[in-house]
């Protein structure tokens, strides 16, 4: 799970956190899934990262 405190949101943390995952997990940032509950700001985040389509399981 990835989680930004409300304070830091909107400053690119989420971003770096995700694509070190991918990094870490040797895949693409634009092939993670998400898990519920994903707010809106991680919907919009998960839509950034990857524009074709994101997986929310």
Do not use: F, K
């Not at 940032?29 to 919907?43: I, M, Y």
């Amino acid at each position: 799970m990835i989680w930004t405190a409300d304070t830091y949101r909107r400053h690119g943390i989420g971003q770096a956190l995700v694509q070190a995952l991918a990094a870490d997990s040797g895949c693409a940032a634009t092939d993670v899934s998400w898990s519920t509950p994903v707010t809106s700001l991680g919907q919009t985040l998960a839509r950034h990262l990857s524009p074709r389509g994101i997986w929310i399981n």
